[in-house]
């Protein structure tokens, strides 16, 4: 069964400081992979996806993350992060035959300092 | 605004009692996902449903059910609630099999 593995469940920050946030999975077939973002009070909202072709996947809000099957690894990366950022942020896979469903990892809480 | 409704937003009633949550997907959305969201089991599957149809079951407790009606609306029963169930619920939808999925803003049920 796939599972998500995010390495780290805090993760503080100074404004425009780079930041990565790690996200490794464990899967025997193909995958399909997700970064969403959840604010306080709020539900999910996808940041970006990797379903196939380039393994740099562009998303919203200059978040970007790389796909590497080897190390079967998907980290989210920003160049410089805002106070706006602060949220707490999920990792999810699903597989390509799974219509779907999505298995999260448990989250990292960005906090971001002036 | 991801397109998704959840109805009502915060939901407090006793254990014993039974309630339902209730969700409309973006429009055009055919596949409909409910998700529990609690501290210490962090985002868990429950169930999905596509045009009307049971299509995938996940850690759904037999105390719980779901349906996806004719217009596409879906509601996810909750029945002899436990202090345990106190959670937050997602409905999410996708618009076909495999599209990425949108978020409802979720029901914070607490069972007192």
């Known amino acids: 069964a796939q599972s998500v593995t995010q390495l780290d469940s805090q993760v503080p920050v100074f404004e425009e400081a780079p930041v990565e946030l790690r996200c490794n999975y464990s899967?025997?077939?193909?995958?399909?992979l997700f970064w969403y973002v959840q604010y306080p009070n709020q539900g999910l909202q996808l940041l970006l996806k990797?379903?196939?072709?380039?393994?740099l996947v562009k998303g919203i809000n200059g978040f970007e993350a790389e796909f590497n099957k080897s190390q079967t690894s998907f980290h989210l990366r920003k160049p410089s992060v805002h106070i706006s950022d602060t949220a707490e942020y999920f990792c999810?896979?699903?597989?390509?035959?799974?219509?779907?469903?999505?298995?999260f990892g448990q989250g990292t809480e960005l906090s971001v300092k002036p | 605004d991801s397109g998704v409704t959840q109805t009502p937003k915060h939901l407090i009633t006793a254990t014993g009692q039974r309630v339902t949550l209730r969700c409309s997907p973006r429009?055009?959305?055919?596949?409909v996902y409910w998700y529990q969201q609690s501290l210490d089991q962090g985002l868990q599957f429950l169930i999905q449903?596509?045009?009307?149809?049971?299509?995938a079951k996940g850690n759904i407790l037999e105390r719980f059910s779901a349906q996806q009606f004719p217009d596409l609306h879906s509601e996810l029963n909750l029945s002899s609630l436990e202090l345990g169930d106190s959670a937050l619920y997602f409905c999410?939808?996708?618009?076909?099999?495999?599209?990425?999925?949108?978020f409802g803003n979720g029901t914070r049920l607490t069972v007192t």
């Open positions: 999410a939808s996708g618009e076909t099999y495999n599209s990425p999925l949108h």
């Open positions: 899967s025997s077939v193909s995958v399909y």
């Open positions: 990797y379903l196939s072709g380039s393994t």
């Open positions: 999810a896979v699903t597989l390509y035959n799974q219509g779907g469903k999505l298995i």
């Open positions: 429009s055009g959305d055919l596949s």
């Open positions: 449903y596509y045009n009307g149809e049971e299509r």
